[in-house]
């Protein structure tokens, strides 16, 4: 008989033993559900409760070792004789239950009928239970191993101890479990009454020294009378359940969150303190409490955190708390679910390197950090020095730190792990330190290959690129080409990754205008460079907008400039560092490498709609120019100025890509094509132009002549007349110099054009002037927008004077028909002759106070201005007396002024004239003369 269907057979059990495994369900969540459930569950019991019986004296007891009973309350001799036999330590002496015979009927029937229902009751016992005695104890010094018992037995859940009639002093007995406390047997106690005492078995208990005589306890063990009602039972049960679910090999959350049921960390129930004592018991889980709180935008963060009762955590871990998210919360009964809440987060301990932070774990385990450090401060010097870290707890349960460090690569390409602001940039930093250190080309061929991913924020691509090009200079770019390219095609998926790449493709190939690298100098570098700018060209049509609208793009502006930048290497890279040379001719090699490097280049991007030639190319063209690589940036003119014609009448330039049009319109020095520029970004801009020309002045000089200057002057000076509200993208452009400065953005931008016309038609300025302060008649615009143009604008310029007087005219709270008490169009006739007049002079201005003490004996000239103004000032006489007259100077307020000035009138003035004084002093350099600054009504 042949064997091919025993074999058959054994293959196919074979396989369905793999399927099994392999389709069992994972732990999950709803697996730890029960077991919360029962802890919880649990009835937990009072931890003390003490009561008198009713019997007025002790038991009929025998010791096995005495011929009589003992006597109640006990006398000398009947204790030294049990003394001396059963003494456990000094001073104690514990006769255990199998020495002791208790004969009463009547204790035992107080015990069954008073004792075991008063402890039902104060101990809050939810199951039927029963009393075995343990001990009875003589103690003549105050020992706690005399009141609760040596052995514990099944299904025990406290003890009891019964006061026998006897006489001491001291020795009082301290219950204590949590913030509560009960203390019990302080005083003399009674000869002829016996007392119990109940304690759980969690409660704490403490004995004061005894200072004379002897107390005789008889002991009992409380005891339920169902196994299976045990709390112990139970506890036991779900600590081997927790142990069975860590053993399982599948599972589908690494990070799991249970709800507390008290929204508070340092008052955790009796269920949930239980839980995490299972946890920690298991030696398998590791536990931390945190509290949620509700931000802004409903925006949930982890504000607080404590480790979990009896929970030792490695540093790592304790400084990732805040930073993590339970990938699932249990909630159960009567747990403050929601937004702001406690929970208790834990993980198996052997997934501490999927839930830690990637930042601390390197710090702590790779890099032996102890402390809170930052990246910078870690080490990076490939020198072969041992590690630091070799304990359990900063490794996290790994071997070693290559070891570790192989468990937390994978974790870079984790989306989430990307979203978490500057942490991910930095835990790149230190993995690369901590790859470099390790000396390992395969695991960095893993991790760039693999794993290393873009960061959500476009600004960090400089923080990667510098470690990069490290490892290339470390390992040579051959071993790691083949990961590199893995890389930048993983990269290109995403508009974003191909910025990225690109950023780094120019500084390895060093034409960038601000590197963060120095260039990539081996031999053949130019083949690796212009491969990778391939793959990324190739990634660049897939985030072409055929409906392309002209707003400001950074990314789009910066790929743009980068790849003519390398389509400038690429010509102009050596034929020494290609492939073929020095085997075949020179020619013959600079020819095969013109056909090398991407088949989309600008030009073709720009014709499939991803350059927009004005908004992209314009500035990449600008800066062909600054190189001076003229002859490439002059193939791409045609193209800008095609689409800057075509661009429609709301093209919405921004100042940047208004000042690339002038430059390459004057480069261009055609006088009718600099014109048509002008105009066009004139329509766009209005006066708003001014910064460009400005940044066009002064970056060009070679270009900037006498026509084209005054050309701009006339520009300015056709839109000064038109308006002065800046667009939304001159808006953009001034909005750091807003922050910084605290000045409106259209405030900037008639600074910028005041400067312009003053540094080059000063003969024009007075004009511009006039035509600006006639867009600003309204009192408000005057404090918000011309006040820091006439502070900040040069004192030497035509425009000064001019908009300083026309300010000073347009302030509205300084006029004399304002309902407050200032009159300072009186104060032109005081003059600083005597202390009275100048605090007249003061008085005058003051907005909020009406009246002014002075002796009758006051300055002539003081009486001569009232007498002058009768219609604003008046005396009242304060005293009858003729010896001590004195004279009140009160002001008068026309008729139509009622009731008291109104506050914000009074600080309208008070800010008015600090501006008007401000400006005043600036025009004279010295104390302003407030005749200059008020008009009489």
Known sequence: MSSKPARKTLRAKATRGKATLLTSPPVDAE?????????????????FTSFDLPTHQGPLLRVSTMDEYLGWP???HQAYEVMATYMETKGVAIVPAAQLTIESDNWKRSLNDDVLPRLITGLQVYAPVS???????????????????????????????????????????????GMSSNTIWGDAPALTRTHCAAMAATTTVTVAPITSGRRAVLVYHLVYDSPVESPQSVISSSIDALRGLAAKLRHKHNLIGCVLERNALDALSHGDNRFARALMTSGAYDAVLVEYTTHCCHHVVASTYAPAPGMQLPFSLLESVLSMKPEVSISIGHATAGPDCCSMLFWLKAHRHRVVSLLPALKYAVHGRRSACSVDELPST????????????ALLGQASPTALLETLLPRFADAEEQGTTNSYTESVVACFKALLRLGRLDLVQRFVGMYLCVDSDYDHDTAVGPWIHRCLETFGWEPLASAIYSMLRRWRSTKLGVSWGYCLVVDLAGVTEAPVCLPLLQPFATECITEMWTLLAEGAPLFA??????WYNVM??????????LEVHAATASV?????????PDLIVAKVASYLGPANHVQRLADMNVFHPVFDMALGVVALLAKRQNDVAQRFLPSVFEGMDHSGDHATYTVDVAYSLLVLAAFEGDDGRWRSTLSKCGNELGIGMAPALISFTEQWPQLATAPIIDTCVAALLHHATESIEPVSTVLGHYEPDVTLDRMSPTSLMLLDALYFISEHSATEAEAVARRVAAHLTDPDDAREILYPVVVHMDKASPAFAWLANAFLDTLSYLRHGDNHYALPFLTHETADCCDQYAAVAAFLLA????????PAASCVRIHALVRRCPGHLRWESTDDDVANEASRLVKRRPPHHRGPPEAHLVEAYTRDAKMAATVHALLEDNMYAIRHLFHDA
């Not at 697996?31 to 931890?47: G, H, M, N, T």
């Not at 099944?154 to 020795?171: D, E, Q, V």
């Not at 490939?382 to 707890?393: S, Y």
């Open 131 to 177: 009393l075995y005695l343990s001990h009875l104890a003589l103690d003549s010094i105050g020992s706690t191993d005399a009141l609760v018992p040596a052995t514990s037995r099944p299904n025990s859940f406290g003890s009891i101890a019964i006061l026998l009639p006897t006489t001491y002093s001291g020795g009082a007995v301290t219950c204590r479990e």
């Open 545 to 550: 907008d055929f409906e392309v609208t002209p």
């Open 576 to 584: 020494a560092d290609r492939w073929l040379y020095n085997r075949l």
């Open 74 to 76: 006990l006398c000398n």
């Open 31 to 47: 697996s730890y559900k029960p077991i919360i459930q029962a802890l919880r569950s649990i009835k937990q019991v009072l931890p």
């Open 382 to 393: 490939v020198d072969g020095l041992p590690f630091d870290a070799d304990t359990t707890d």
């Open 556 to 565: 789009t502006i910066d790929i743009c400039r980068q790849s003519l930048q």
């Open 847 to 854: 907005p909020d106070v009406a009246e002014l003490q002075l």
